[in-house]
């Protein structure tokens, strides 16, 4: 089956303490992105990647990092968790990026709590 | 920055009823411009989407027109349904590369 595959699902952490937020993909997509989810202000882009270690900064990065070192993972890393970060997370990835962009296939959602 | 404003926030219809989404954007090589329905707890879905080389587009009781000249792009909903309350984003390309979604609209189809 055809999907995009977010862990954990749910987090509760505390500030400071580093976590990964794993994504993977097996439908061969060259792009991968993440987006966080806030009340109001919809889906923020935070980091995307056109392919195998091309990696950008999206509209709100700061403190975040991201790798994709094989073309089916983009890990999402919070190297100092603070409560501001507290979001609903998704992973997404699409065949291809730039003008040739298409539909996004979105991860079910990782809960992260920051206390 | 680059950005896509929807509107309304929210918007109640009565069942049967049309529902129409607005979205606003500012860069003018935005060539691609998807919608997607997100339920409540759920993942969102990609529902309907068009290029910039075409005005409009429908599937079943979903529509969307773009308006390049003026940069503005709608989705039309006919015939509501109780199953089409959600959230529905509008997204819009900017510089090429980068998708940026509107803050979204809660629609509430009341039967």
């Known amino acids: 089956e055809a999907q995009v595959t977010q862990n954990p699902r749910y987090l509760i952490t505390v500030t400071g303490k580093k976590l990964t937020v794993t994504c993977s993909q097996n439908m061969n997509h060259e792009y991968m992105s993440w987006y966080r989810q806030d009340p109001g202000l919809g889906l923020r882009q935070i980091y995307y990647?056109?392919?195998?270690?091309?990696?950008d900064k999206g509209d709100v990065p700061e403190g975040y990092k991201v790798s994709r070192k094989e073309k089916r993972n983009f890990p999402l890393i919070l190297e100092s968790p603070s409560p501001n970060q507290t979001s609903l997370y998704f992973c997404?990835?699409?065949?291809?990026?730039?003008?040739?962009?298409?539909?996004?296939?979105f991860g079910e959602g990782s809960r992260l709590t920051v206390l | 920055g680059e950005n896509v404003e929807q509107h309304p926030s929210t918007l109640s219809v009565q069942e049967g009823d049309s529902a129409v989404i607005k979205c606003t954007y500012s860069?003018?090589?935005?060539?691609?411009f998807p919608w997607y329905k997100q339920e409540l707890g759920k993942r969102p879905q990609l529902i309907i989407d068009i290029r910039s080389n075409v005005g409009e587009k429908k599937d079943q009781r979903i529509a969307v027109t773009l308006n390049k000249t003026a940069k503005h792009f709608s989705l039309h909903i006919t015939e509501t349904q109780p199953e089409d309350s959600a959230v529905y984003f509008c997204a819009a390309s900017i510089r090429g590369n980068k998708l940026v979604f509107g803050a979204g609209t809660i629609l509430r189809v009341k039967s």
């Open positions: 860069d003018s090589a935005s060539n691609y």
């Open positions: 997404a990835s699409s065949l291809m990026g730039g003008r040739n962009t298409g539909e996004l296939f």
């Open positions: 990647s056109m392919n195998v270690e091309v990696t």
